[in-house]
């Protein structure tokens, strides 16, 4: 039994592990004072205009959201999100155990439109009956596996700025986005500069791509950036081995591996993508990163099923189902044969 | 330079560092669903009268205190604790991002006592004008490194049920108290099962004896115990990679392999304390578990700081302070010898 | 200049101020605890079957909503409600700020369907990733004046209890369903005991039928009602003189005094309705209580605000926008006479 | 039987009365955007220097407290009170339910000093673990009827503005000790323009001076100022009829209304302070405003309690009690003069 179930299946990539076993008698400071610390921030800065930039580190991705729109928004404003957002549907009300609402706006392949954001900031206007529509939320890749194009990226930061809102990336896949838009003719290479300039805060998430756990929360606007650390330590996201985040992002950051372990997730998708299409199934939305998203009878998840870990993502009224089918770094090429070859022998009985 | 500064400065015991290699690229399901947890759970519920208890994983202490007062409280309801409590000082407000207050107690050596609990729980009865005094917190050890022995626990426990209100232990130092409770003639050796017994949530904390990060959640009251991997997820306190969590604690409770490494820090306290008793210095509290608590004049800190990191924990008015030493699993006794020999020589010169 | 903004622009009905009168000078209890509030609990009861109901008062509409919801849920749990509801867009937050989230479901006319509903249950199961959606709020009458009839209201109370779920009803317009149920010959003639019966808890509001201020809370479900004074206090609910609150309650339900006023308010709907259709404009929903939406063209809207004060509900693409109009006990029916002539003038003219 | 309860025993001065009938039924617009909100700003802005200070209308106590705590912090941030405060001990955790920790410092009959202040602050800059202690409660007069001098008020504030902290005073009975220093020859007769210069955020409570409810909010400090009636929303303490608070304060502002009853109040406890005194019994703290506190053995409490009503406020290991005795701007002389009688045959008989 093989799980395309997600990218978080296996636990870290080897150089994580002999990285971690290198320093495991080290003696280290606690809570993000230490030298791996000071040294990943450093590598980070050294890519970006802004050398006072703050950079801090989360452990889970719920908690690197909420801790962002803690800090981010004062008690009255809330946060924009598309209706398949993160923050909107799987978090368990993290973001309302904050204080805030979440409003949503209506979303086209998991993305975030001009249009649907306009329509919700001027319903937003009511004073004093309504929350302030202060900021943005976005995730990229989407929760739909899409990545949003450097152009539309630029047109959501420019409205947010006209319209004096924030602008929140959440990364946990960003890895993924960057390596598409390497691969990608069409979009400009994106780089964490890019993304600096584009919003106000973001994170950069390690889980799905190699690393235990870990994200690196960015913060280019300075009035979010004050004692933020405080705000991760009231939601418990200080840790005392903070180091131990830092140790595997100066893995992943070297030579850009992390690039090349995401081209491989991406690449696997793809084929995944291709050997789905070729049986005469229709995706879902175009698979851009790391996700599949593929429109299949419900029979026929059901025989996969007997080999293969998937999600049936949503149920449709017409006997179909969504099914999701995630790839990772850690993915093998053998796999992403088989699940292909046992589709095409179930569709070719059907 | 050595750190006596805490018992988390060295990321995680030998045995831990193999078993993450041994499983890193294996598959398994995310959020606690894996086998690792599953085993974890069986291996506590074969030491506890209830097959059905409610046992879950957290990542930070901070974040489990909040989570499990979250779990447990009403919102007009309040949780008691001492004034040194680490829920009261050192969690940058966490309890009350939750909403709840934290009710003041006097404390003595650390500890909560009955009649200070009385006098608190009797001020908090002016209905509708006062939260509701209906939770006990205590630490175990304390803040202080003091072990509640099975008596004094019990007397807090009857206290607690008596007046329908919860007890809660933070077990961030759990297994120091233990093995001071193992190593001490006139108190019970305390077990898993008896805190299960004694109290309505607890919790055992991995980071302060030898795993990377991660705590063991009981829940034996099952008013509390309902849907609890929700408030895990609210709080940002659900991993992906849970298994991450579970596989530390197979290492640790394997052959109680946690109680001798925190018996070998209780040791090394217990010798660092005598050596600076025997160099005339006066401890503040009684040196119990892998903390101690010297009063040392100001100068001669300074002194011992060029050659060891450790707290100046409070500073008093008489030019001395109270210094904090802290052992670990991994403190090698030589260092301990070191610091002792420094001190006779510097105190000789006084 | 005449007001048909809403209907809480006049202060009191005459006989609220001279009972306000009559007992100024006279000592009461603080906080709920006279001899007034005892009276009307009583007068309630004796409504209801159940002796031990427990009756409590609020100050506004808001803050009933949150102090119920906050009673009512624990920190996991959300509460559905129509995209038009009050919590969901005009309570700048309240709800959020309570820790909860606010569902939205899919509405028609202002009110939430079966159907509507349970295609957000069934997308709130993904557990531990969703918040649990433990209530269903409505308002009646709705936002958009529009009334639950007893069949729909009791279809929604089945469908609650069948998957475990509080009903909570938003009364700020109680009196006017009331009065429109027993107009209505198609309907029940509805009863507070009846709203007893089908609902955990619902409140039934004074503000916009001739008091001052002030709502009475009423809780039928006993796990909600414990020290629900608490949560009054913990969110500045409680007033030091209540006795204010059920005073002016005293009034409007002395021989169904309420019934009468809201019975006025209605029928000038009623005639303002008839008499802008009567000019060929349509009604954006039926005019079932003291509310009437119009579609209008925003120039006659520019017209009629020479002379009459009322809001421009929503502007829509076509030139046409939706205007509100709102009666109360205390609209003269010149008023309304007025207002249809001018219309009629304004139409005939185009 | 006689109330020396409270000081809203009784609803309201008849000034106030006669206003409420004379406007019941003139349309007013909601939400405090109406001309008597309008009126009473500017009669206040024209006794302060800044024509654009924010002044807002609130509804209770502890509401107008948990809003402006809301408005000023951060989430990181705590609030310093004295352990007799108000939000520190009867406010059911409405403080803490919005997100804050409240940090005690110790009281000299019901004040906050400097000493204390400065301990506590010294206490909270172990960043990131404690909350930033941004801000300082006072009440003025104090829970126990004392009254900041200038001097003390004076040196608080320049306290606060060195170390970067907002200074709020809760102002229940602000007119009781502007009344008292008015009657002090050794005070500076204090002024709203005193209050506005020596702090960030303040109110002027009505309900204890002969309103039936209500407060004035005002806000000198700028960064708090912004968007404060959405606060006030979010926490329900909009009031449709905004209007009826602003028209109360209408009636006791002009020609300094307030102060002439609380001039009557304060004269009414300094005779009973007296009397009291005369009969050989202490007080347990000064009586400088409409309060008494006095140590009364608690058989002498329960004869008296035969004719009046007053609260037991604290009961002493040694048989002795603290009796409360409010009186307010309705207290007959004549019931003073019954109750120093009934006091002196009590205690001459003994």
New interface residues.
Partial sequence: M??F??D?????H?DI?TA??D?????????GFDEYSERVRDQIKAQLSDPDIAIHFG?????????CI??ML???D?IIACDTGHIA??????I???????I?AESKDGKLTIEALDKVRV?HS???????AKAVYISNTTELGTVYSYHELKAISDYCRKHDMYLFMDGARLGAAIASSHANPNDKDMSIADYAQLTDIFWFGG??MGA??GEILIIPNKKIAT?F?????????????G??LALQFEVLLKDNKYLELCHHANTMAKKLAEGIQSCGIELFVPAQSNQVFALMPQALIATLKNDFEFYEWEQLDNGFSIARLVTSW?TPEMQVDRFVQLLQKATSNN
Avoid: W
């Avoid at 309302?96 to 609402?101: C, F, L, N, P, Y």
């Avoid at 009511?126 to 302030?132: E, S």
């Fill in positions: 093989f799980h179930l997600n978080y299946s296996e636990s870290a080897p592990i971690m076993h320093a495991h008698l080290q003696q280290h400071k606690g809570y452990i889970t991705g719920t908690q690197a959201n909420l801790v803690d800090a004062t008690p009255i809330g549907v799987n978090e368990a009300g993290a309302e155990a904050t204080g805030h609402k979440v949503l319903r009511f004073t004093p009956h309504v929350v302030r889980t799905k235990m756990f004692d650390n405080i705000y991760l330590k009231r939601h418990g996201g200080l840790m005392a081995k180091y131990l850690a």
